[in-house]
């Protein structure tokens, strides 16, 4: 299983059971529509919540949590950091969590590299990233930083599976018209192990 699968089963349990700071719901669907056609008419995005240095920020950590590959784009591809501005502003109670996330993630640069994260290098990115990553491996020192990266992480998935390029990701193709429905092919029935009920 490859990070996308992973991050895909992430991203399906978190708007199952709820994330860290809010819940998917119909008013978030909407501004991220509406976030997506001020996108696809070109204009430029004007942040409500992140300052500049925020948003850069905020830009790095998701495509390294969903980077482009041969399927899909990227997160900021698909308009991730539009929706968690969004997010922040249709929810305060997640503004603190995330403006004290992202200033722990660059707090721990320069005190580990001596520079912002967007500054620093891939391997310590990846460094900083991985001691946070895997709860169960981090120092309890880091609890913070894993408990903000873990919200950060549904967020970025939330946000990336409801886009429309997430749900091309996922090839999901029930809210398509079928003028005829022939039943479940014979190879799933077989591979499911049922018959026909007659």
Same mark, same amino acid.
């Given at each position: 299983?490859?990070?996308?699968?992973?991050?895909?089963?992430?991203?399906?349990?978190?708007?199952?059971?709820?994330?860290?700071?809010?819940?998917?719901?119909?008013?978030?669907?909407?501004?991220?529509?509406?976030?997506?056609?001020?996108?696809?008419?070109?204009?430029?995005?004007?942040?409500?919540?992140?300052?500049?240095?925020?948003?850069?920020?905020?830009?790095?950590l998701v495509d390294l949590i969903i980077p482009a590959d041969d399927?899909?784009?990227?997160?900021?591809?698909?308009?991730?950091?539009?929706?968690m501005d969004f997010m922040m502003t249709d929810r305060p109670t997640?503004?603190?969590?995330?403006?004290?996330? $992202? =200033?722990?993630?660059?707090?721990?640069?320069?005190?580990? *590299?001596? #520079?912002? @994260?967007? &500054?620093? %290098?891939?391997?310590?990115?990846?460094?900083?990233?991985?001691?946070?990553?895997?709860?169960? $491996? =981090?120092?309890?020192?880091?609890?913070?930083?894993?408990? *903000?990266? #873990?919200? @950060?992480? &549904?967020? %970025?998935?939330?946000?990336?599976?409801?886009?429309?390029?997430?749900?091309?990701?996922?090839?999901?193709?029930?809210?398509?018209?079928?003028?005829?429905?022939?039943?479940?092919?014979?190879?799933?029935?077989?591979?499911?192990?049922?018959?026909?009920?007659?």
């Amino acid at each position: 299983m490859n990070r996308r699968e992973s991050l895909k089963l992430l991203s399906m349990s978190a708007l199952a059971s709820g994330f860290t700071w809010t819940v998917f719901d119909v008013k978030a669907a909407q501004g991220l529509k509406e976030t997506a056609a001020r996108a696809n008419q070109s204009l430029s995005f004007e942040p409500a919540f992140f300052t500049p240095d925020e948003l850069q920020l905020v830009n790095v950590l998701v495509d390294l949590i969903i980077p482009a590959d041969d399927r899909s784009g990227s997160a900021t591809d698909a308009g991730v950091p539009e929706f968690m501005d969004f997010m922040m502003t249709d929810r305060p109670t997640m503004q603190l969590p995330m403006r004290g996330g $992202l =200033a722990w993630i660059d707090y721990q640069c320069d005190k580990l *590299f001596d #520079n912002a @994260f967007v &500054d620093c %290098t891939d391997e310590q990115r990846t460094q900083l990233l991985d001691s946070i990553a895997y709860p169960d $491996l =981090a120092a309890p020192e880091d609890s913070q930083g894993v408990a *903000f990266f #873990n919200s @950060f992480r &549904d967020l %970025t998935a939330t946000g990336f599976w409801s886009s429309q390029m997430g749900v091309e990701d996922l090839q999901y193709i029930g809210n398509t018209f079928v003028a005829e429905w022939e039943g479940c092919p014979e190879e799933i029935k077989e591979q499911l192990g049922v018959s026909d009920v007659e």
